[in-house]
């Protein structure tokens, strides 16, 4: 018999009735002028003055206290998705989002790397590298987008800004934060595939200083072109701010998601090493549907999973003086995710015969993580020189706990001892399926226990970070940034008695920074040439992405924990590049040459023994355009060409030298572009371009590239209601969003419908 497992997910219903109510009040806002008036606040405004939200696809600032430049003048590639971007393309999730950044892709999870947002950067895993207002925000997640202002990308290694890790960049998801002035905003969207999304976001001033926000959704859906599969979360987002537009300003912010899914076991790939001769680097294995895309190949019956994130946050900022401010940030959060899944595994060559090896993955996951950060920022002038500067320190404390399930099943083989796990005769047939067409409600039989023994692992940061922009005249700039941190990690193993079974620890100590010159022939434009590095020590991710560089510590004959003698893997990007604002400085148009080089990596030297002496290089260009050509035509668009590989892997790892990285496109492009035919009526399209794809270093694996086509109109049917329509992947495109090193891709959704009405008063 299934066991039962409760639902993460309480009531999403409630929040559809809150948010039903909360519409319902817009009566009142209209009915007060002073109510109706839609005084909204930017993103990146950091003492609560009331501003009209922007519509503008360019974005002159990032919000992190530690760019001391706008982006204009600063000396590394950031892209900045804004709040209309996000709207317009009508993205959900922050996959949705950074669909429109080139350069980035995303990678699958299973059991040992968990499910959640995996995307890599400039060629290198970024799972643990998003961060939430400048704050680390570790844990495996799949992230909404319905309390996020707008989402900031810093490629190139960046440990001076983001701490460990980082070794391709950054993502920061900007919050949306109580601010002055009255606005409401609700939205609905119906679509295909049973989408039923409902949004709020209303936020009310209470006083002169004081003012409150709240962000509500409830988001159902399957997916277009897959069967079975479906989406079911709701969120709240509070935010309380005091002291608006004064000297000393509190914001009290909470969040809240939760989701029960039954999620995609992915396709899987046609052949397996060993058991076909076509496995190989010149002609990897590709995906197989059995000639049906929209094959399922999970249990109804068996597969979940169920997620919760809980995040609050202090923040306490005060104006020194007119140059001068400082502020702390006290956040606690924790996340956590339970499943069980099966993966479409081929690594017994049951493909070729038409049979799929249905193989669970499970995970019972918790990540609590608790991070107070002070910084300090301004400006000052030394010998006549105009600084911009930000200095901090930051501790955090992390941990994060692993467990599983028991999932008994017959065991489905030919009982040969060579070929474990092949699909035959003799086995029980639910765990294993057709290739072509299988039953996703075939009535499984297995039992299934929680299995209590896992994985603990905790870490301490303490870190040091100063950032400047020297104005050496009008025309020359210099940017620099270092950043000191001790990280220490241990991690333990422990059955299910709770007895530990094995222990593991590292301290490391390293310094990171960032060195950039420009040059301004304009006050409009800039060229500069830049140097950066990261640092990722042993343990970095905390079991919550895939490790590169894990723990390899063991204890003495008294059991007493030794320490890893892992050095951190060390990156350094080297940049050249111009940035200009034209037209009027609403068009922002950027340009680099970058190569990004990876020492120090971990590799397996032989059957007991690992050394830091590998090493990766990727290199390339990258282009974007944001902003308005006209008044009525706004574009965001880029261009990223990357060689990235493999230079050096080791002596057990020489044969893949040479090869591309893995979710590493060679050319990524993306153009998404609206025009305003008339004051009501507005048009838009994209288009999003990946290159082929290997799933492993080895390349044997791959996903073939794709192009895919989107479109838009919005209506403004009265002043204060409008509507859109977006169509997505309008040519019904099948292709795979996601490669897993073997066994299967995740195939993105087909043709998909959405018809959003939004009110705003």
Not at 48 to 77: F, H, I, N, W
Not at 558 to 586: A, C, F, R, V
Not at 616 to 621: A, N
Request: aromatic share 10%.
């Amino acid at each position: 018999m299934r066991q039962y497992v409760p639902s993460a997910v309480s009531s999403p219903r409630l929040i559809v009735s809150a948010i039903g109510v909360a519409l319902s009040a817009s009566s009142v806002y209209a009915a007060d002028p002073a109510a109706s008036s839609a005084i909204t606040l930017d993103a990146t405004s950091v003492n609560g003055k009331a501003e009209q939200a922007s519509t503008d696809y360019k974005v002159e600032k990032a919000s992190s206290p530690k760019y001391t430049a706008p982006l204009v003048d600063t000396p590394r590639s950031v892209t900045v998705i804004p709040q209309q971007v996000i709207k317009d393309t009508s993205a959900l999730t922050l996959q949705d989002a950074l669909r429109t950044v080139p350069g980035i892709t995303f990678g699958a999870g299973e059991g040992g790397n968990p499910q959640g947002d995996r995307p890599f950067i400039r060629g290198f895993d970024a799972q643990g590298d998003t961060y939430l207002d400048g704050v680390r925000d570790t844990g495996a997640q799949t992230r909404e987008i319905f309390a996020i202002e707008s989402v900031e990308v810093a490629k190139g290694p960046n440990s001076a800004i983001g701490g460990r890790g980082a070794a391709g960049g950054t993502i920061n998801l900007v919050s949306k934060r109580a601010h002055l002035g009255n606005s409401l905003d609700g939205a609905w969207t119906w679509g295909s595939d049973q989408t039923q999304r409902y949004t709020f976001d209303g936020n009310y001033q209470f006083s002169d200083t004081i003012a409150g926000r709240l962000n509500l959704m409830t988001h159902e859906s399957n997916v277009a072109g897959r069967d079975k599969v479906n989406y079911d979360r709701w969120g709240i987002a509070p935010s309380l701010a005091f002291g608006l537009g004064t000297p000393t300003r509190v914001n009290l912010d909470y969040y809240h998601l939760e989701s029960d899914d039954l999620p995609d076991s992915g396709i899987p790939y046609g052949y397996s090493a060993g058991y076909a001769a076509g496995h190989t680097a010149a002609n990897p294995d590709k995906p197989n549907d059995g000639g049906d895309s929209s094959n399922f190949y999970g249990l109804t019956d068996r597969d979940f999973r169920k997620t919760r994130t809980d995040i609050a946050t202090i923040a306490i900022e005060h104006d020194l003086s007119d140059s001068l401010t400082i502020k702390n940030t006290l956040r606690h959060g924790n996340s956590m995710q339970d499943y069980i899944l099966t993966q479409p595994d081929d690594s017994q060559g049951n493909v070729v015969n038409d049979k799929v090896w249905r193989r669970t993955n499970t995970r019972v996951g918790n990540t609590a993580t608790t991070t107070n950060q002070t910084d300090l920022f301004g400006e000052f002038y030394v010998g006549g020189f105009k600084n911009n500067f930000s200095t901090g320190i930051e501790f955090t404390r992390e941990e994060a706990d692993k467990q599983s399930y028991n999932v008994a099943t017959l065991d489905g083989t030919t009982k040969s001892p060579a070929k474990k796990n092949v699909c035959g005769p003799l086995g029980d047939p639910y765990n294993c399926t057709s290739l072509s067409n299988p039953n996703p409600n075939d009535p499984w039989d297995g039992d299934i226990s929680r299995n209590y023994a896992g994985t603990d692992t905790k870490s301490n940061t303490r870190a040091l970070y100063v950032f400047d922009t020297l104005e050496l005249s009008p025309q020359w700039l210099l940017n620099m940034g270092l950043r000191y941190d001790h990280f220490d990690t241990d991690y333990k193993t422990y059955n299910a008695a709770g007895t530990t079974t094995a222990k593991g620890k590292d301290v490391s100590e390293f310094i990171t920074g960032q060195l950039g010159l420009v040059w301004k022939p304009t006050e409009n434009g800039s060229i500069y040439v830049s140097y950066a590095t990261s640092a990722t020590p042993p343990g970095s991710m905390l079991g919550e992405g895939t490790e590169g560089n894990p723990l390899g510590g063991s204890t003495d004959r008294s059991g007493n924990l030794l320490s890893s003698d892992m050095e951190p893997e060390e990156t350094t990007n080297y940049e050249i590049g111009t940035k200009w604002d034209l037209l009027d400085q609403q068009l922002s148009l950027t340009a680099a040459l970058f190569r990004t080089e990876k020492e120090n990596a971990r590799v397996q030297v032989d059957t007991t023994s690992y050394e830091n002496v590998g090493e990766t290089r990727v290199q390339g260009i990258e282009l974007s355009a944001s902003g308005k050509i006209t008044d009525k035509w706004q574009v965001f668009a880029g261009y990223t060409y990357m060689e990235a590989r493999q230079i050096d892997g080791g002596p057990l790892n020489k044969a893949n030298d040479g090869n591309q990285l893995p979710n590493t496109p060679n050319n990524s492009a993306s153009l998404w572009t609206t025009y305003s035919i008339t004051p009501k009526l507005t048009i838009g399209g994209g288009a999003f371009y990946v290159d082929d794809v290997y799933g492993s270093v080895a390349n044997t694996t791959m996903v073939d590239s794709y192009v895919r086509y989107d479109a838009m109109a919005a209506y403004k049917l009265t002043k204060n209601i409008d509507l859109q329509l977006n169509v997505q992947n309008l040519t019904n495109e099948t292709y795979y969003d996601k490669a897993y090193s073997t066994h299967f891709a995740n195939q993105a959704a087909g043709r998909t419908a959405l018809l959003t009405t939004s009110v705003h008063f």
